[in-house]
């Protein structure tokens, strides 16, 4: 019989593994920082003393995010997903989320429609291996002096409030960001999240018809980034910044669609994801 319960540290370890039979390459630090985000947010499934799924999700006010499902593979098609992502949506509700978004793999778009999420738009996840040296404009850095105007502006197009997410990101030193802003007005901002030999480029937000302020920012971010592993994920209808991503060296390698339960939180923006993982 299943049982859902909170993904405990203890529990790190085989929630690596069953995360990594998707070729996910996670780490239990990931399973730290969601935990470190949504307190409560990550679960376990058990059959009995068995333990055979995962799933995380975090909430930011009126908008939440489900993130990783996996479950072993001798219990799929047999309820123990849907089993996962309504015990998320339950607590997010919960939270008071009001609009769940998660970004969804093309074979699974059936089984999220069926549990009532719906297409918003589809998304490519762009890589490139070894990133050539970008030339770039020099923009100024995002500190604790521009974070809240940051994040109000951010919270303005993504509909909740991403914080707790941002701050872990810009004021982490090892990571970069950029903004532009003209008379105290925030016209858009990046980030990517730096690793030893990888990186992910976004969240970025800029404001619509600023192709330019956004490409500005992107080469910012990226002329850091030189030789490393560097991800991203775009819209697919964004064709100014998949040009530029296409022209120093990144290539699609797959994609998802965005889905949501309840209304659409989604603002009119130039936008690169976070993560999959959490919007």
Same mark, same amino acid.
């Given at each position: ?123 490519? @996840? !762009?890589?490139?291996? &070894?990133? +050539? %040296?970008?030339? /770039? ?5 995002? =500190?604790? #002096? ?23 990101? @810009? !004021?982490?030193?090892? &990571?970069? +960001? %950029?903004?532009? /802003? ?5 016209? =858009?901002? #990046? ?89």
């Amino acid at each position: 019989m299943f049982e859902i319960k909170p993904l405990c540290e203890s529990d790190y370890v085989f929630a690596v593994e069953l995360a990594n039979t998707m070729n996910w390459d996670m780490a239990v630090e990931d399973f730290i920082f969601m935990a470190s985000l949504e307190s409560g947010g990550c679960f376990l499934l058990c059959d009995d003393a068995k333990y055979v799924g995962i799933a995380t999700c975090v909430s930011y006010g009126k908008v939440g995010w489900f993130g990783n499902l996996v479950v072993s593979e001798e219990y799929r098609n047999k309820g123990a997903g849907s089993a996962l992502v309504n015990h998320a949506i339950t607590h997010l509700h919960s939270k008071g989320v009001k609009t769940v978004g998660l970004y969804a793999y093309p074979h699974l778009l059936g089984f999220y429609g069926k549990l009532g999420f719906r297409i918003d738009s589809d998304f490519s @996840v !762009l890589h490139a291996p &070894n990133l +050539s %040296r970008v030339r /770039a404009d020099a923009l100024p850095k995002i =500190g604790n #002096a521009e974070l809240s105007n940051i994040v109000r502006f951010d919270s303005c197009f993504f509909g909740g409030n991403r914080q707790k997410l941002l701050e872990s990101i @810009v !004021l982490d030193e090892l &990571n970069t +960001s %950029r903004y532009v /802003a003209e008379n105290d007005k925030v016209l =858009g901002y #990046a980030a990517a999240t730096v690793y030893k030999t990888a990186a992910w480029v976004g969240p970025l937000i800029c404001r619509p018809q600023r192709g330019d302020i956004a490409i500005a920012l992107v080469k910012s971010v990226l002329s850091e980034l030189s030789t490393k592993s560097v991800y991203t994920v775009i819209p697919k209808k964004d064709k100014v910044l998949s040009s530029l991503f296409f022209e120093v060296g990144f290539r699609e390698v797959f994609f998802v669609s965005r889905m949501f339960l309840g209304y659409s939180s989604a603002k009119d923006c130039i936008y690169l994801s976070e993560s999959l993982e959490r919007g």
